[in-house]
């Protein structure tokens, strides 16, 4: 087996993908990995070199030998697929049952560490394929790798995922969130760190990792929603347990945004310990939040 790491690459045009693909494609020039793309008929490869490696997949019923020539020989299979396409990795599962150079499978999740008893809300119910897809790896008997971010950037500055609004300069706080710290997810960090820890893929089998280069408390946000307004001072709100229980029951979004809350306000993000990613240097928090004005 080669000492450089081969990875199978699926989902690499997404938010999470091409900050991955781009990374990837740094260490695949300079030796440090083998990167093979694997892709539907009809995909827009324009984004992958002629030197990196692409196959044909066919993610349904009819696709088994094409998938099981796919994936032959790679030592890593990471899926960065969007929520559509959550369900269609079992087929890359199936291909993968019995590989002799699969050390492990990391399935598309990208999120919180979300308790069984937080994904019986109605709101958060859809979620629950991760688990199945988990689920699924261990019945087939495969290695695989959790990785577990804190909220996107974007989801909490443009969305107002914890509960900030930049321009109207209000922060919402939930219990105990005034003091306790978010966890906050910048997409390059996450292509770059990831891209990093595939370089040692011997030291990721069968774990859960924590990414995430921010965790501000609400203070935080209060002040720094303070500075960007000029000295203006924060309207602090207080969401109200009623809404977080009429959020958790409503659409995927508002159910995360609520739960997310929760275990801010509650200090209940589960492992904390982020490996150490050598050649990152994340921007201030506050250079960060700028972005979205």
Request: hydrophobic share 35%; no cysteine.
């Amino acid at each position: 087996m080669s000492s450089t790491p081969v990875i199978g690459f699926i989902g690499y045009s997404g938010l999470v993908g091409k900050s991955v693909l781009n990374n990837l494609i740094e260490h695949h020039n300079s030796g440090k990995v083998k990167l093979i793309i694997l892709h539907r008929e009809g995909s827009d490869v324009s984004l992958i070199p002629e030197n990196v490696e692409k196959r044909l997949i066919q993610l349904d019923s009819n696709g088994f030998e094409k998938n099981k020539k796919a994936v032959e020989g790679l030592e890593v299979l990471l899926s960065t697929v969007g929520f559509q396409g959550l369900e269609s990795q079992k087929y890359l599962i199936d291909a993968l049952e019995g590989s002799k150079t699969l050390k492990t499978f990391i399935p598309s999740d990208f999120g919180t560490n979300w308790s069984e008893e937080e994904l019986k809300a109605n709101g958060l119910k859809a979620l629950k394929v991760k688990e199945d897809i988990v689920n699924y790896l261990k019945e087939k008997k495969l290695s695989f790798t959790n990785i577990r971010t804190g909220a996107f950037d974007g989801f909490v500055f443009a969305y107002q995922a914890g509960g900030t609004d930049l321009k109207g300069n209000k922060q919402q706080i939930f219990r105990n969130s005034l003091n306790n710290k978010f966890r906050i997810t910048s997409i390059p960090y996450l292509g770059f760190s990831l891209s990093q820890l595939l370089l040692k893929p011997d030291e990721l089998i069968n774990k859960t990792i924590q990414l995430f280069d921010y965790s501000p408390t609400g203070q935080d946000f209060i002040n720094i929603l303070t500075k960007i307004n000029n000295g203006k001072k924060t309207e602090i709100i207080n969401y109200s347990e009623e809404q977080y229980k009429l959020d958790l029951e409503n659409d995927i979004g508002l159910a995360i945004s609520a739960a997310l809350k929760a275990k801010w306000g509650d200090n209940n993000f589960g492992d904390s310990n982020v490996p150490k990613i050598q050649g990152w240097n994340s921007k201030s928090l506050e250079e960060l939040a700028r972005q979205y004005v």
